[in-house]
C-alpha cells in the first residue's frame, strides 16, 4: 500500500475512534482525516443517561480531548456536517461547500433517534429523544418542572433515562404500542419482573398497546392524544422507539442503501474503496445471518476495527454483529445477548426464575450451540455474561456443560476454568 | 517481556487465602465474594483453579469502555503491564462485564467495574500463597500462548461452590 493513501473518516464516535486506533496500532503513517457534524471532541452516547442522574458531570462524558487527536496525527475538521459524496471523483462534500478527496473512506455517522410521524411542527422544543448532549440538558429541563412527562417506547433506553431520573420529581407515564415492555431485548416472563420492579415506583405508570395519534403543543407544555381515544397533556415528551441509521446525506451518491448501508463481509460498501462501520451500517446478523442494523457500542468498535484493517488492507472478514447489551435499572442488571425468544421448532429453552429475588436465566439452545441468553439479577448474578457472550458469538459446541447450564443453581453458578 | 500471574494446578490446595487477602487489599474485608481472584473447585477432576484477570494482550475490555476508564500501564522498571479500571472514570455501565470472555471484570460494589491490578507491581495474593502455587514472573511468549489457548479452550462448566 502506498504511503500517501488519504484515509478520511465521517464520524467521530465508537465506530471511528476504533478505526483511528487500528489504523496507528498498525503502524500506518498514512494522513487521516476525521469530519464530525458535532463540534466537540468525541463523547459517549453511553453515558448520557449517567449525566442525566447526576452520577457523572458534562465533562466527564468525553472520550477524547485535543491531544487524542495530536497523538494519533489526525487532522479534525469539526463542526462541519457531511452533506454528500462525490464517488467518481473521491470527494466528500462539507455543508460548508468544501470538499474533502479520499483514497479511501470510512463513513461511520451513526444513528438518531426514531422519531413519531404525526408531531405538529410548534412541539420541538418539549420533545427529545436521547442521542446528543443537547437532547439530555432538554430532557432535564422539562422533567424537572415538576409536571407530567410521558415517554414513547418502553424499549431499554426509555426505561434507562426514567430510571436515572425517577426520584428528581417527575411523574412518568410511559406508552407502547405492544402489551410487554422491553419486547425487543426480553421474552415476556421476564419482561413481567422487570415491569413489576418498576411499577412500585411511584412516579411511574404504563399505558401498553397504546398508540399515539396526535402530538401538539398546548400551553406552554404537549398534547398527546391516543388512538384509544384518551388525552394526556405533559411538560415533555421524552421519545424512545429505536434508532435510524444517518443515512439521508447519502441519498444522492449511488451507495447502496437499505434501512442503512449496505456491506460485504468486509464492511466494503459496493464502491471498492468505501467502508461503512457502526450504527450507520447493515451488516449480518451473527446469529441468523440476516442483514440489520443492530446498534450497539460493541459492535461499533468492532466494526470500526475490521473496516480499517480493510482499508490497509489485510483481507479481515467481519463475523458478523452481535445483538446484545447490559445495563441497570431500577436495581436490576439486565445483560442480554443474541435471541431472546425461540427461533424454530428444534431450538431448545433453559429457564430458571426467581421473581421473588428478581433473578432470571434464560438460554436459548440449537443442537449445542447457544442461540442466546437473558441474564437478570444484581450484582454478581450476571457476571458470566461476557463468557456466554463469548459462546454464542463463536457458536461454541455446549454440548460438554449444557447440564451445567441446567443444572446451575441460582446464585451458586460460575463458570470454571479447567484444560 | 513483562511479569504475569501464573497458577500452578498441582500445587493450589484451594485454601483461598488469596481471595481474602485480595478482598481486604481491595475491599477492605475479609470476603471471598470480594476478591478479584477466585478459586474454583472442580470436585470431579480433584482441582483447584485460581481465576483472574489475564491482562490481554488485546483487552476486550479496554477496546469497549466507552468512558476510557480502562487503560493499559506500563511500569518498565518493575516489568508491569497493567490493564486497569479507573474507579473515578468509570460509571459502571458493563460494558467492560459483557466484553470479556473469560469473565474477570466484575461488579463488586455499585457504581463501577472492579479487576485485578496487579497490586501495582507487589500482587497480593502471590506474596500471601503458602504452597507458591500463585507466581508473578515473566514467561516465555509460547508459554503466554500456551496459557491463552488453555483459558480459550477451556472447558466451561457451572458447578455448585
Ligand atoms: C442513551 C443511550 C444509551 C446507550 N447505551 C448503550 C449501552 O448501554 N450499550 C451499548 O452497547 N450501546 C448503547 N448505546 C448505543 C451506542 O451509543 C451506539 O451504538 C454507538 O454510539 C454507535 O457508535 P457509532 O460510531 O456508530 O455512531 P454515533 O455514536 O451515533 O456517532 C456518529 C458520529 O457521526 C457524526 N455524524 C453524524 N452524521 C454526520 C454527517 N452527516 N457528517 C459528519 N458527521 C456526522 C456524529 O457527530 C458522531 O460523531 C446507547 C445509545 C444511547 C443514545
Same mark, same amino acid.
Given at each position: ?17 476504533? %478505526? ?143 430510571? %436515572?431520573?425517577?426520584?428528581?420529581? %417527575? ?207 444484581? +450484582? ?40 | ?76 522498571? +518493575? ?83
Amino acid at each position: 500500500m502506498s504511503k500517501s493513501k488519504r484515509l478520511v473518516i465521517i464520524g467521530n464516535s465508537a465506530a471511528g475512534l476504533s %478505526a483511528v486506533k487500528t489504523i496507528r496500532e498498525k503502524g500506518c503513517s498514512c494522513p487521516v482525516t476525521m469530519v464530525s457534524a458535532e463540534e466537540c471532541n468525541a463523547y459517549s452516547p453511553v453515558l448520557l443517561t449517567y449525566y442525566l442522574a447526576g452520577k457523572i458531570q458534562r465533562e466527564s462524558m468525553f472520550i477524547t480531548n485535543e491531544k487524542f487527536y495530536q497523538d494519533y496525527g489526525v487532522k479534525t475538521i469539526f463542526g462541519k456536517r457531511a452533506v454528500g459524496i462525490d464517488v467518481s471523483r473521491q470527494v466528500v462534500q462539507l455543508e460548508d461547500s468544501r470538499e474533502i478527496e479520499y483514497d479511501s473512506l470510512l463513513i461511520a455517522t451513526g444513528s438518531s433517534p426514531r422519531m413519531p410521524g404525526n408531531i405538529d411542527d410548534k412541539a420541538g422544543e418539549y420533545i427529545a429523544g436521547l442521542r446528543s448532549i443537547e437532547d439530555a440538558d432538554r430532557i432535564i429541563k422539562f422533567c424537572t418542572t415538576g409536571k407530567e412527562v410521558i415517554v414513547i417506547g418502553a424499549g431499554l433506553i426509555s426505561l434507562q433515562i426514567i430510571s %436515572a431520573l425517577a426520584g428528581k420529581g %417527575a411523574k412518568f407515564t410511559v406508552i407502547d404500542i405492544l402489551a410487554q415492555i422491553l419486547s425487543q431485548n426480553m421474552d415476556s416472563d421476564c419482561a413481567a419482573i422487570v415491569e413489576r420492579r418498576i411499577r412500585e415506583e411511584k412516579q411511574v405508570k404504563f399505558l401498553l398497546g397504546e398508540s399515539i395519534n396526535k402530538i401538539q403543543r398546548k400551553n406552554g407544555g404537549i398534547f398527546v392524544a391516543l388512538d384509544s381515544g384518551k388525552e394526556l397533556t405533559a411538560g415533555g415528551v421524552i421519545v424512545g422507539i429505536g434508532v435510524v441509521p444517518n443515512i439521508n446525506w447519502l441519498k444522492d451518491s449511488s451507495i447502496l442503501l437499505n434501512k442503512g448501508i449496505l456491506v460485504d463481509d468486509h464492511l466494503r460498501t459496493n464502491f471498492e474503496e468505501i467502508y461503512a462501520a457502526g450504527d450507520v451500517c447493515e451488516s449480518k446478523n451473527i446469529i441468523t445471518k440476516n442483514p440489520g442494523v443492530i446498534p450497539n457500542w460493541y459492535n461499533a468498535c468492532e466494526q470500526g476495527r475490521i473496516a480499517a484493517l480493510n482499508m490497509l488492507g489485510y483481507k479481515e472478514k467481519y463475523a458478523g454483529a452481535l445483538n446484545g447489551n447490559i445495563t441497570g435499572i431500577f436495581g436490576l442488571i439486565i445483560a442480554t445477548v443474541g435471541l431472546s425468544k425461540l427461533p424454530d421448532e428444534v431450538s431448545e429453552e433453559l429457564k430458571i426464575v426467581d421473581p421473588a429475588r428478581g433473578i432470571f436465566r434464560k438460554f436459548i439452545i440449537r443442537e449445542d450451540k447457544l442461540l442466546g441468553a437473558t441474564l437478570m439479577g444484581t +450484582k454478581n448474578d450476571i457476571e458470566d455474561i461476557g463468557i456466554i457472550r463469548n459462546l454464542v458469538e463463536n457458536s461454541r459446541d455446549i454440548s460438554q456443560f449444557k447440564d451445567y447450564l441446567a443444572n446451575f443453581k441460582l446464585n451458586t453458578g460460575r463458570l470454571y476454568f479447567f484444560n | 517481556m513483562y511479569k504475569i500471574l501464573s497458577a500452578d494446578l498441582e500445587k493450589c490446595t484451594g485454601c483461598r487465602t488469596c481471595e481474602l487477602v485480595c478482598s481486604m487489599k481491595h475491599h477492605d474485608e475479609y470476603n471471598p465474594q470480594k476478591s478479584r481472584i477466585r478459586v474454583y473447585n472442580f470436585v470431579e477432576q480433584g482441582y483447584f483453579v485460581p481465576v483472574v484477570c489475564l491482562h490481554c494482550n488485546e483487552a476486550y475490555c479496554e477496546k469497549v469502555c466507552p468512558a476510557g476508564a480502562i487503560t493499559v500501564n506500563y511500569d518498565e522498571k +518493575k516489568g508491569v503491564r497493567a490493564v486497569q479500571i479507573s474507579k473515578e472514570k468509570c460509571v459502571g455501565c458493563k460494558m467492560c462485564i459483557f466484553a470479556c470472555p473469560f469473565g474477570n471484570v466484575r461488579f463488586i460494589e455499585d457504581g463501577y467495574s472492579d479487576k485485578c491490578d496487579l497490586c501495582g507491581g507487589d500482587p497480593e495474593c502471590v506474596k500471601s500463597c503458602a504452597k507458591e502455587a500463585l507466581k508473578f514472573k515473566e514467561v516465555s511468549a509460547s508459554y503466554m500462548q500456551k496459557i491463552k489457548s488453555t483459558a480459550e479452550k477451556i472447558l466451561a462448566a457451572y458447578q455448585q461452590t
